[in-house]
């Protein structure tokens, strides 16, 4: 994993940071199926803890077609992320083109004084090895 490219971003004390993986045994490029894990761990180094209630997600293919993917927590999940203990945990996406990129927002509150805020999640690029050169 130490060699898997790396994204990080603070936003309000919070550090998310991105790995990625390709995929290959859930790739299938002659039908256009194109697979990535992400792993994600979210630090906080705020005073209290936080609450990680909802995500929005942009996903961009290598045709400049976006998605977007609004939901509840992550993976089943709203953790709570105190400045002791990291949330980490993995995901996936699918594109139909080798190449593409995704960036989102966490909606986190802050349980003791009800204050909602937004931690940016880093723009991170999804690359193939079966794009001829890399575009991002």
Do not use: C
């Not at 002659?30 to 929005?56: C, N, P």
């Not at 509840?72 to 083109?97: C, N």
């Amino acid at each position: 994993m130490e060699n898997a490219p790396r994204f990080s971003e603070t936003t309000q004390d919070v550090t998310v940071t991105v790995r990625i993986f390709w995929l290959d045994d859930q790739s299938q490029p002659e039908d256009h199926r194109y697979a990535w894990a992400y792993h994600i761990s979210i630090e906080s180094t705020r005073g209290d803890t936080v609450q990680l209630v909802s995500r929005s997600w942009e996903i961009v293919d290598a045709l400049g077609r976006t998605e977007h993917v609004h939901g509840d927590g992550v993976v089943g999940e709203q953790p709570f992320i105190s400045r002791t203990e990291p949330y980490i945990y993995t995901s996936g996406a699918m594109l139909t083109t080798p190449s593409g990129f995704m960036r989102g927002v966490y909606h986190m509150v802050e349980p003791s004084t009800g204050k909602r805020f937004d931690v940016n999640i880093p723009v991170f690029s999804l690359d193939s090895p079966h794009q001829y050169g890399l575009i991002h």
